[in-house]
């Protein structure tokens, strides 16, 4: 049985730094696309970053992009999403998620198939 583990979420300050890992059980991260996506309160899920299985590359949403960085920690099978300057634009929960889609879909919902239950992640103004 696959499962994704979140944790690192906090109430951090505008501009500051956080990071969110995520331990996958059942499958091999490098193996598989792992992808990052938030929610706030309201709104639908929404892309943030993603890792493409055997060093596919990197993507990332406009949004975050040269503020976040997804990697994959191989030995110990998690991937983390660094996240710099932060916004309050940021808030939401963080999702986890493992699939194997093809490239064109690396930014939807319905690319992957297992997903974890998600860290809370509020940034204060």
């Known amino acids: 049985q696959v499962q994704l583990v979140e944790s690192g979420g906090e109430l951090v300050q505008t501009g500051g730094s956080l990071k969110i890992s995520c331990v996958a059980s059942?499958?091999?991260?490098?193996?598989?696309?792992m992808a990052w996506f938030r929610q706030a309160p309201g709104k639908e899920r929404e892309f943030v970053a993603a890792i493409r299985r055997y060093g596919g590359g990197t993507f990332y949403a406009d949004s975050v992009k040269g503020r976040f960085t997804i990697s994959r920690e191989n030995v110990k099978n998690t991937v983390d999403l660094q996240m710099n300057s932060l916004e309050p634009e940021d808030t939401g929960v963080y999702y986890c998620?493992?699939?194997?889609?093809?490239?064109?879909?690396?930014?939807?919902?319905?690319?992957?198939?297992?997903w974890g239950q998600g860290t809370q992640v509020t940034v204060s103004s």
């Open positions: 059942g499958r091999t991260v490098s193996t598989t696309n």
């Open positions: 998620a493992s699939g194997n889609g093809i490239l064109s879909s690396i930014r939807y919902v319905s690319a992957y198939n297992v």
